[in-house]
């Protein structure tokens, strides 16, 4: 059994994984915006309602869930925003607020808990840049922008903890069939995206490697989106 930290756990992949590392009896700290949301998924596991964009939350989520678990093994960063939009209308507002929720909460995020975890010389960053992190694509230049930086970001992390216990994946998927696609404006075949299921599964695999072992990016495409 491990001491988990999921982010974004409210819905969506998230969700799932909460379900199944509860079911399994591995011990949870749960965060998202939404404390509603977050009881209702019925779990035992304590939870943290807030922002992590807002000053000193992602210190305080850090601090709580090794307050509550006793400490951290893994870390899974689930929580994000979208924007598909053309990049001559993309506001300035929007570029910021997206580049805050995806990259500036996931450096605060990493930053607090793989201190914490380095200080233990054992960890698991687990986050999902998805296929947009590693591929670009049109009218998504503010997404692409935030998903880029945040791969840089925690293979910088990688680095500068080679030798400290922790151990980092990139989760780099294609299109998952979430909640996350019903306010985006874009003609989409939700049948052909990849299950949340089959994405925790992956997800899993991450977390069940022996500590000797990491997959440090995992990529998986809906067939007719494949790269090459």
């Known amino acids: 059994m491990a001491n988990i930290l999921i982010t974004g756990a409210s819905s969506g992949v998230g969700a ?3 379900r ?3 079911t399994r ?3 949870l700290f749960l965060s998202g915006r939404s404390e509603d949301k977050l009881k209702n998924l019925g779990l035992n596991a304590s939870i943290f309602a807030g922002d ?3 000053p000193g939350a992602a210190e305080k989520l850090v ?3 090794i307050s509550e678990l006793g400490s951290l093994d893994v870390v899974i960063h689930c929580a994000g925003i979208g924007l598909i939009k053309p990049a001559a209308d993309t506001t300035d507002a929007e570029f910021t607020h997206v580049m805050n929720v995806n990259t500036r909460a996931a450096f605060l995020l990493a930053r607090e808990s793989c201190k914490a975890m380095a200080a233990a010389k054992k960890g698991l960053f687990i986050t999902i840049p998805g296929i947009l992190g590693k591929a670009p694509m049109r009218n998504a230049s503010a997404y692409v922008a935030s998903k880029y930086a945040l791969t840089g970001m925690i293979k910088c ?3 500068e903890y080679q030798r400290s ?3 980092f994946c990139l989760f780099h998927l294609g299109g998952i069939d979430t909640p996350f696609w019903d306010q985006i404006q874009m003609a989409v075949q939700r ?3 990849i299950p949340v299921a089959t994405a925790a599964d992956l997800i899993l695999q991450a977390i069940d490697a022996p500590p000797h072992l990491v997959l440090s990016e995992v990529v998986m495409q809906p067939e007719s989106h494949q790269l090459v």
Do not use: I, N
């Open 63 to 65: 601090a709580s869930a």
């Open 16 to 18: 799932e994984l909460a």
């Open 191 to 193: 049948d052909k995206m």
């Open 25 to 27: 009896g591995d011990s």
């Open 157 to 159: 992390f990688a680095q």
């Open 20 to 22: 199944r590392l509860a």
């Open 52 to 54: 992590l964009t807002s």
């Open 165 to 167: 216990g922790l151990r």
